[in-house]
Protein backbone atom coordinates (compact mmCIF):
# COMPACT_ATOMS: atom_id res chain seq x y z
CA UNK A 1 0.00 0.00 0.00
CA UNK A 2 1.09 2.98 -0.81
CA UNK A 3 1.94 6.23 2.09
CA UNK A 4 0.39 8.25 -0.13
CA UNK A 5 -3.23 6.89 0.85
CA UNK A 6 -2.78 5.42 4.18
CA UNK A 7 -5.21 6.64 6.43
CA UNK A 8 -6.93 9.59 3.95
CA UNK A 9 -10.84 9.04 3.20
CA UNK A 10 -11.31 9.20 -1.01
CA UNK A 11 -13.49 12.48 -0.54
CA UNK A 12 -10.23 14.41 0.91
CA UNK A 13 -7.84 13.43 -1.46
CA UNK A 14 -10.15 14.68 -4.35
CA UNK A 15 -10.56 17.73 -2.16
CA UNK A 16 -6.78 18.08 -2.26
CA UNK A 17 -6.41 17.53 -5.82
CA UNK A 18 -9.17 19.90 -6.40
CA UNK A 19 -7.76 22.46 -4.94
CA UNK A 20 -4.20 22.11 -6.36
CA UNK A 21 -5.83 22.09 -9.70
CA UNK A 22 -7.11 25.50 -9.01
CA UNK A 23 -4.11 26.94 -7.71
CA UNK A 24 -2.58 25.56 -10.91
CA UNK A 25 -5.75 27.41 -13.12
CA UNK A 26 -6.43 23.82 -14.64
CA UNK A 27 -10.15 24.17 -13.39
CA UNK A 28 -11.89 27.60 -12.50
CA UNK A 29 -12.01 28.81 -8.80
CA UNK A 30 -15.55 28.02 -8.92
CA UNK A 31 -15.37 24.37 -9.68
CA UNK A 32 -16.49 21.63 -7.16
CA UNK A 33 -15.88 18.03 -6.76
CA UNK A 34 -18.73 16.39 -8.80
CA UNK A 35 -18.62 13.46 -6.52
CA UNK A 36 -18.58 15.49 -2.99
CA UNK A 37 -22.49 14.04 -1.48
CA UNK A 38 -20.96 10.17 -2.66
CA UNK A 39 -17.61 10.19 0.05
CA UNK A 40 -18.15 11.74 3.56
CA UNK A 41 -14.49 11.96 4.66
CA UNK A 42 -16.48 12.12 8.27
CA UNK A 43 -18.35 8.90 7.42
CA UNK A 44 -14.77 7.40 6.53
CA UNK A 45 -13.36 7.60 10.21
CA UNK A 46 -16.41 5.38 10.87
CA UNK A 47 -14.54 2.46 9.23
CA UNK A 48 -12.45 -0.37 11.31
CA UNK A 49 -8.82 -0.01 10.64
CA UNK A 50 -9.45 -3.38 8.44
CA UNK A 51 -11.66 -1.34 6.18
CA UNK A 52 -9.49 1.84 5.51
CA UNK A 53 -6.48 -0.43 4.85
CA UNK A 54 -8.41 -1.91 2.02
CA UNK A 55 -9.91 1.63 0.77
CA UNK A 56 -6.26 2.59 0.82
CA UNK A 57 -5.37 -0.46 -1.15
CA UNK A 58 -8.18 0.17 -3.69
CA UNK A 59 -6.92 3.81 -4.23
CA UNK A 60 -3.24 3.05 -4.61
CA UNK A 61 -4.29 0.27 -7.22
CA UNK A 62 -6.21 2.78 -8.94
CA UNK A 63 -3.41 5.01 -8.97
CA UNK A 64 -0.95 2.25 -10.28
CA UNK A 65 -3.25 1.55 -12.80
CA UNK A 66 -3.68 5.39 -14.25
CA UNK A 67 0.36 5.70 -14.17
CA UNK A 68 0.64 2.48 -16.37
CA UNK A 69 -2.05 3.66 -18.95
CA UNK A 70 -0.33 7.27 -18.87
CA UNK A 71 3.19 5.53 -19.39
CA UNK A 72 1.18 3.45 -22.95
CA UNK A 73 -0.26 6.48 -24.00
CA UNK A 74 2.98 8.48 -23.88
CA UNK A 75 4.66 5.65 -26.08
CA UNK A 76 1.64 5.92 -28.58
CA UNK A 77 1.43 9.52 -28.75
CA UNK A 78 5.80 9.75 -29.25
CA UNK A 79 5.86 7.15 -31.89
CA UNK A 80 2.86 9.05 -33.98
CA UNK A 81 5.12 11.94 -33.59
CA UNK A 82 8.17 9.92 -34.21
CA UNK A 83 6.52 8.90 -37.75
CA UNK A 84 5.51 12.37 -38.37
CA UNK A 85 1.70 10.96 -37.94
CA UNK A 86 0.52 13.09 -34.77
CA UNK A 87 -0.50 15.96 -36.96
CA UNK A 88 -2.63 13.85 -38.59
CA UNK A 89 -4.43 12.09 -36.16
CA UNK A 90 -6.87 12.26 -33.58
CA UNK A 91 -6.42 10.44 -30.25
CA UNK A 92 -9.21 9.91 -27.84
CA UNK A 93 -9.09 8.21 -24.67
CA UNK A 94 -12.49 6.96 -23.67
CA UNK A 95 -13.53 5.33 -20.14
CA UNK A 96 -16.90 4.05 -18.40
CA UNK A 97 -14.56 4.18 -14.82
CA UNK A 98 -15.43 0.02 -14.69
CA UNK A 99 -11.83 -0.22 -12.71
CA UNK A 100 -12.80 2.16 -9.91
CA UNK A 101 -13.47 0.66 -6.61
CA UNK A 102 -15.42 3.65 -5.62
CA UNK A 103 -18.91 2.72 -4.44
CA UNK A 104 -20.96 5.15 -3.21
CA UNK A 105 -23.09 1.94 -1.51
CA UNK A 106 -20.76 1.65 1.22
CA UNK A 107 -19.11 -0.69 -0.83
CA UNK A 108 -21.52 -3.31 0.08
CA UNK A 109 -20.67 -4.54 -3.87
CA UNK A 110 -16.76 -6.08 -3.10
Do not use: W
Not at 22 to 39: D, H, Q
Not at 57 to 80: H, W
Not at 83 to 110: C, W, Y
Amino acid sequence: MLPLYEGKSPGSIAAKRLESQKRLGIVPPSAELGMRNKFNPAGYEKNSRERKEYISGCMATYAAQISIMDRGIGKILESLDRHRLSGNTIVMFLSDNGATAEMPQNNKNK
